[in-house]
T-cell receptor, first 114, second 111 residues
Framework: GAGVSQSPRYKVAKRGQDVALRCDPISGHVSLFWYQQALGQGPEFLTYFQNEAQLDKSGLPSDRFFAERPEGSVSTLKIQRTQQEDSAVYLC????????????FGQGTRLTVV | DQQVKQNSPSLSVQEGRISILNCDYTNSMFDYFLWYKKYPAEGPTFLISISSIKDKNEDGRFTVFLNKSAKHLSLHIVPSQPGDSAVYFCAANFGNEKLTFGTGTRLTIIP
């Protein structure tokens, strides 16, 4: 596809369950970002990859959150032992070159923890 | 600590008039600013940006103004059209790749 694709679009998880959210960036894009958007808030930075290297994970809220991009394309954000405060929209974005912050966003995955 | 603030949660403007969306920031290290537009159930879409070395950037109906001394930027849309109805996020960056976003302003254009 031409844009950033995220799956699933919606995920309901029981508290304590592990979830995995997938991001397919635009082909050839070097940089990949994950953001978390709580209801009524702006997106908040979670982590950043340049190719397969995770260069910044300062925004990950706890060690329950883990992201990977093993081959420098598709990325997965994993949340272990989900809690209610993890309920949010998780947005993935990619950009074509390092240092370009004008990133293209996917539609997001809405995670609801019950 | 909200480093980027959009103090107006919502704004309604008559079609054809000018829409002005405001954004304030507290971190003087920010040197690049962006506006994103978001429709329901879609991800944010990049709209326009400005570097701190400029005070104005224009792209068609959209103009962004930056006042560094006041740590304030604004987005002007003229003339406003119904398709401009969306949530607008201001974002800022300095020296790295991550963006700091405001909380957004919902713009409604009244036909």
């Amino acid at each position: 596809g031409a844009g950033v694709s995220q799956s699933p679009r919606y995920k309901v998880a029981k508290r304590g369950q592990d979830v995995a959210l997938r991001c397919d960036p635009i082909s050839g894009h070097v940089s990949l970002f994950w953001y978390q958007q709580a209801l009524g808030q702006g997106p908040e930075f979670l982590t950043y990859f340049q190719n397969e290297a995770q260069l910044d994970k300062s925004g990950l809220p706890s060690d329950r959150f883990f992201a990977e991009r093993p081959e420098g394309s598709v990325s997965t954000l994993k949340i272990q032992r989900t809690q209610q405060e993890d309920s949010a929209v998780y947005l993935c974005a990619s950009s074509s070159w390092t240092g370009n912050v004008e990133a293209f966003f996917g539609q997001g995955t809405r995670l609801t923890v019950v | 600590d909200q480093q980027v603030k959009q103090n107006s949660p919502s704004l309604s403007v008559q079609e054809g008039r000018i829409s002005i969306l405001n954004c304030d920031y507290t971190n003087s290290m920010f040197d690049y600013f962006l506006w994103y537009k978001k429709y329901p159930a879609e991800g944010p879409t990049f709209l326009i940006s400005i570097s701190s070395i400029k005070d104005k950037n224009e792209d068609g109906r959209f103009t962004v103004f930056l006042n560094k001394s006041a740590k304030h930027l604004s987005l002007h849309i003229v003339p406003s059209q119904p398709g401009d109805s969306a949530v607008y996020f201001c974002a800022a960056n300095f020296g790295n790749e991550k963006l700091t976003f405001g909380t957004g302003t919902r713009l409604t254009i009244i036909p």
